[in-house]
């Protein structure tokens, strides 16, 4: 089973700043990754996938990157309805589908 | 526009049964697979199980093999989850999920809440 370790596992920022979130496989993923974003009470909502691909109607300022086994998913400036929680996810070695612990990006 | 609607979640015992459904509309159901996602409280996501377009190929978390049984019926537009022998661990909120690319879930529905207890 591939393990995914999402770093940090909370991010304290202010709408308007950078944010960028961390994900590592414990074998290579290829570019297999996903990011989900899920706010109290609601569904996950799909933002990238295949480590680089933003979803459909997701803004610009999401972006993806990495291969192999590092992944970063960055929001280039925070507005209030960003902050919540972030996991990762792959497909590439499954059964499992894996998902990491999630970071928690929150209001400083 | 894409709607996925669970069903079926509750209060059971330990040991016991529950059958979730998931109505899909908006798309073409029979054209795409579908998974079963669970968030426990206070933990992460999970994957749960996964059945192919054709409802014959069936995948599960080591979790939940042998006690769940996912299953589709196309003319119904509908994606079941039958789960037996249920845990307290298995209390969680139970998301169905469309794939849009093997493993990669295009929209969710809202989740329905199942809870083990005595």
């Known amino acids: 089973e591939i393990v995914l370790t999402q770093s940090p596992a909370t991010l304290s920022l202010s709408p308007g700043e950078r944010a960028t979130l961390s994900c590592r496989a414990s074998?290579?993923?290829?570019?297999?990754l996903a990011w989900y974003q899920q706010k109290p009470g609601q569904a996950p909502r799909l933002l990238i996938y295949?480590?680089?691909n933003r979803a459909t109607g997701i803004p610009a300022r999401f972006s993806g990157s990495g291969s192999g086994t590092d992944f970063t998913l960055t929001i280039s400036s925070l507005e209030p309805e960003d902050f919540a929680v972030y996991y990762c996810?792959?497909?590439?070695?499954?059964?499992?589908?894996?998902f990491g612990g999630g970071t928690k990006v929150e209001i400083k | 526009q894409v709607q996925l609607v669970e069903s079926g979640g509750g209060v059971v015992q330990p040991g016991g049964s529950l059958t979730l459904s998931c109505a899909a509309s908006?798309?073409?159901?029979?054209?795409?697979?579908m998974h079963w996602v669970r968030h426990a409280p206070g933990k992460g996501l999970e994957w749960v199980s996964f059945?192919?377009?054709?409802?014959?190929?069936?995948y599960y978390a080591d979790s939940v093999k042998g006690r769940f049984t996912i299953s589709r019926d196309n003319s119904k537009n509908t994606l079941y989850l039958q789960m037996s022998s249920l845990e307290a661990e298995d209390t969680a909120v139970y998301y169905c999920?469309?794939?849009?690319?093997?493993?990669?879930?295009?929209?969710w529905g809202q989740g329905t809440l199942v809870t083990v207890s005595s």
């Open positions: 999920a469309k794939d849009v690319r093997i493993g990669v879930y295009d929209y």
């Open positions: 908006g798309f073409t159901f029979s054209n795409y697979g």
């Open positions: 059945i192919r377009l054709d409802g014959i190929s069936k």
């Open positions: 074998q290579s993923v290829s570019t297999y």
């Open positions: 295949d480590a680089s």
């Open positions: 996810q792959q497909r590439v070695n499954w059964p499992p589908l894996t």
